[in-house]
């Protein structure tokens, strides 16, 4: 799964990595995205922009808000099977950026969980593949939510969970935007695990448990924060 990850650079780093043209949202850096946040999404018609969504898809159907906090993540596997996604996954695809994200590997000796943040050995962005949906209230208020897409994991996150976000080459980014590509059979086979030989981890400081933890020192390596 994703349950938490982090995006920390300047909003013209953003925009250059994604190729943006159209920015909806006021971008201030977080250390510790939790669900239930408002987070940067990039969505394409016509053009890259880059908009605020609610982490938790909300599907249009839904008589409830809170179903939200279930939804946070949509497995790759299922996605044209499940009603929540089917529909949505052949014009409402959207991309996360990200510097990294953590996962929780539990020491069975000392029965904790200990964090670990994950991110590219050459610290580019990530694009996590996404899905998102339009959700109005009962006073008719729109919500825009989103879902982060979830696949196996590969060998390096392997270690600590079995499974992990999509990360969208920039060549499968086009791909996964384009309206136009409608048909589940074009756009699933770009939903595989990244290579783990592009990416390193390291243990991190348990203050990152806490959601309302957003320093820089969350991603600092527990040998420097201790």
Same mark, same amino acid.
């Given at each position: 799964?994703?349950?938490?990850?982090?995006?920390?650079?300047?909003?013209?780093?953003?925009?250059?990595?994604?190729?943006?043209?159209?920015?909806?949202?006021?971008?201030?850096?977080?250390?510790?995205?939790?669900?239930?946040?408002?987070?940067?999404?990039?969505?394409?018609?016509?053009?890259?922009?880059?908009?605020?969504?609610?982490?938790?898809?909300?599907?249009?159907?839904?008589?409830?808000? *809170?179903?939200?906090?279930? #939804?946070?993540? $949509?497995?790759?596997?299922? &996605?044209?099977?499940? /009603? %929540?996604?089917?529909? +949505?996954?052949?014009?409402?695809?959207?991309?996360?950026?990200?510097?990294?994200?953590?996962?929780?590997?539990?020491?069975?000796?000392?029965?904790?969980?200990?964090?670990?943040?994950?991110?590219? *050995?050459?610290?580019?962005? #990530?694009?996590? $593949?996404?899905?998102?949906? &339009?959700?109005?209230? /009962? %006073?008719?208020?729109? +919500?825009?939510?989103?879902?982060?897409?979830?696949?196996?994991?590969?060998?390096?996150?392997?270690?600590?969970?079995?499974?992990?976000?999509?990360?969208?080459?920039?060549?499968?980014?086009?791909?996964?935007?384009?309206?136009?590509?409608?048909?589940?059979?074009?756009?699933?086979?770009?939903?595989? /695990?990244?290579?783990?030989?592009?990416?390193?981890?390291?243990?991190?400081?348990?203050?990152?448990?806490?959601?309302?933890?957003?320093?820089?020192?969350?991603?600092?390596?527990?040998?420097?924060?201790?």
């Amino acid at each position: 799964m994703c349950g938490r990850y982090v995006l920390h650079v300047s909003l013209s780093e953003i925009t250059e990595e994604f190729e943006i043209y159209d920015v909806d949202l006021v971008w201030v850096p977080n250390f510790n995205i939790a669900p239930g946040n408002n987070i940067p999404a990039v969505v394409n018609d016509n053009q890259n922009k880059l908009s605020a969504f609610h982490w938790g898809l909300i599907p249009s159907w839904s008589k409830d808000q *809170k179903v939200g906090f279930r #939804m946070i993540n $949509a497995r790759a596997e299922t &996605l044209a099977q499940k /009603p %929540s996604f089917s529909r +949505i996954l052949k014009t409402q695809r959207c991309i996360i950026p990200a510097s990294g994200f953590y996962e929780w590997h539990t020491d069975e000796e000392k029965k904790t969980k200990i964090p670990f943040y994950f991110h590219l *050995k050459s610290d580019r962005l #990530m694009g996590f $593949a996404g899905l998102y949906d &339009l959700w109005r209230s /009962p %006073s008719g208020k729109i +919500i825009k939510s989103c879902t982060i897409v979830t696949t196996t994991a590969n060998e390096l996150v392997g270690q600590y969970h079995n499974r992990m976000p999509v990360i969208l080459e920039p060549e499968k980014r086009k791909i996964w935007l384009d309206r136009k590509v409608d048909n589940p059979a074009n756009l699933l086979p770009l939903l595989k /695990p990244f290579s783990s030989k592009e990416m390193e981890v390291y243990e991190v400081s348990k203050m990152v448990n806490s959601p309302k933890t957003n320093t820089p020192d969350c991603i600092k390596p527990k040998r420097d924060s201790a």
